[in-house]
């Protein structure tokens, strides 16, 4: 596949898609008739208020629950309805980055790294540790593979997300809210360094955010209000 082949090569392909949360008379509406296509490669920013449905399509994406009606192709599988083998399946291709980094406070820094790597049985147990160490370092971490998540700060904790997110050469990163903790000048460290990395390996990101000071590193911006895509931009770069 040549590169412009890949460039267009649709990861994610979505059509008609509605969620609800729910059952009876408490059942709510939550996205309403979503139609949206990540390529390969590209950088896309979800963004819009708080309440308007950006981290529920980010987890129907990412494989985190099951999709209920309309159209949702990741990589090729159909998730509407999928059973939990099949998401494991399609979480195995996908790196997460969270706002609270999620790391297991008892592992250090490369422990949590390594646990992405374990789940992959294809890689080697006698390559695991030297690529876990080998991407804390392609992070700025080199100097802190063995620390605790409680002796690092909130951007070296996201690093250590990112680390983790990447090492397995994920087709797509999702990120959600990944700068709301740190400021102006680390989310921008943190956003750029996720960037530089994932376009190398020539996988597709996706980042939820509200932080409107990171919205020039996208190559589409999709605005979600109310459970509704309402503006569509490309070509932002």
Known sequence: MNSQELADC?????NGLNHFFGEGKLKKQILFDINL???SGEVVIL???SGSGKTTLLTLIGGLRSAQSGSL???????VGANQSKLVKI?????????????????????NVQMSLELHHTIKISDIKQRAINFLELVG?????????HNLSGGQKQRVAIARALVAHPKIVLADEPTAALDSKSGRNIVNLRQELAKK???TILI?????????????????????????????Q
């Open 91 to 111: 979480r195995k291709n996908i790196g997460y980055i969270f706002q609270s980094h999620n790391l297991l406070k008892s592992l250090t820094a490369r422990q």
């Open 201 to 203: 390996q020539g996988c």
């Open 10 to 14: 649709e990861v994610v392909k979505i």
């Open 37 to 39: 296509t990540l390529n």
């Open 141 to 149: 971490l080199g100097e802190h593979i063995d620390y605790y998540p």
């Open 47 to 49: 963004k819009g208020p």
């Open 208 to 236: 939820v955010t509200h932080d409107n000071r990171i919205l020039d590193v996208a190559d589409r911006i999709v605005e979600l209000e109310d459970g509704k895509i309402r503006k569509y931009q490309q070509d932002q």
């Open 73 to 79: 192709e990741v990589l090729g599988e159909v998730l």
